[in-house]
């Protein structure tokens, strides 16, 4: 894409490796970060002498901190009409698209990088399935080998809350923490602002504001529900999950493998897991596709629809090595109401394999790179 866009953008959450990658793929561009008060100070008060210097074939990091500079980037791009001028990465979603979308529609691609995949994790080092949904994804965690009961406090505190008090202005951290936990013990259910507020003692339009910056941050997100004409009776609100499952797990209090075993709260983070990374297969392939699920009003629920023109890919993710009936059956719901889309119809669990079946296809969480 840098060979048909002056400007690509990578988003993604703090330490997920967007500058690796930018500068791995970019290994003759020069660099310069705006997290460093100098040259964040430099851009603020002088935009055309910073880019003066960083012209053309730059990375800027942490873009999202000097937004004033798009305007600017603008007229460099629209006057020399050259791909790849600029690599622009910022961990703030919202804050940077918003900004981005004023200044730079039509000249710029934007791209999402999530933590490591199990991919991308085999190559490093073996694991368990409760391994990496307890450790979670981040480079850092299997580059320097950290506990990460000892990476995430840390995480959090050097990045959640300081977007926090930047963004919010939240003065009462303690409370904003324990906000973070009962979205956690949420996670894989419906969003429900109107409970959280009630034990937080807050209006439910400051848990929504609360949430926002979690979501701007690459902390946590929903998932849509389908929305489509047949049924009135589809539930509408959307299902909370987190970016990394290894922030989940500590958020929840479990600290080991044998906790997450006899944990109840093991099949949600197995369906958050499987989720992020059949999303993070879409992103690394550069795929527009749409994530939603399905639940009418009769509690009938399909975990995960996947959207591709008029293929819908079903898929239903369970934290056992069993292959159940009722599992299978649930995968249908949707066959005789959907008829103007192609079905494919899939079970993702615990086992090593992936097995071909003439109605559904069972596909293990090691596999989940190859789909949908």
Known sequence: MAGKFPVIVITGPRQSGKTTLAKS??????????????????AETDPQGFLKIYDRHVIIDEAQNVP?????I?????????????IISGSQNFLLIEKIAQ???????????????????KQIQTTTVYQEMITGSYPRIYSMNIDPRDFYPGYIKTYVERDVRTLLKVHDLKLFRKFMMLLAHQAGQLFNALEISKKLGIDSKTVQRWFSILETSYLAFTLAPWHNNFSKRLIKTPKLYFYDTGLLCYLLGIKSTDELIHSTYKGAIFENYALLELMKTSFGKGKNYGFYFWRDGNQNEIDLLIEDGITLHCFEMKASLTVKTEHLHALHYLDSIMEHYDLTHSLINF????????KERIISWKDLNEYP
């Open 25 to 42: 793929s970019f290994p003759t561009y020069r660099y310069v970060s705006l997290e460093n008060p100098q040259n964040r100070e430099f």
């Open 68 to 72: 004033q500079l798009f305007s600017y």
């Open 74 to 86: 603008q007229q460099i791009v629209d006057d020399s009409h050259e791909p790849g001028q600029y």
């Open 103 to 121: 200044t730079l529609a039509g000249r710029v691609y934007i791209t999402e990088l999530l933590p490591l995949s199990h991919h991308e994790i």
């Open 351 to 358: 086992s090593d394999e992936t097995q071909e079946r003439s």
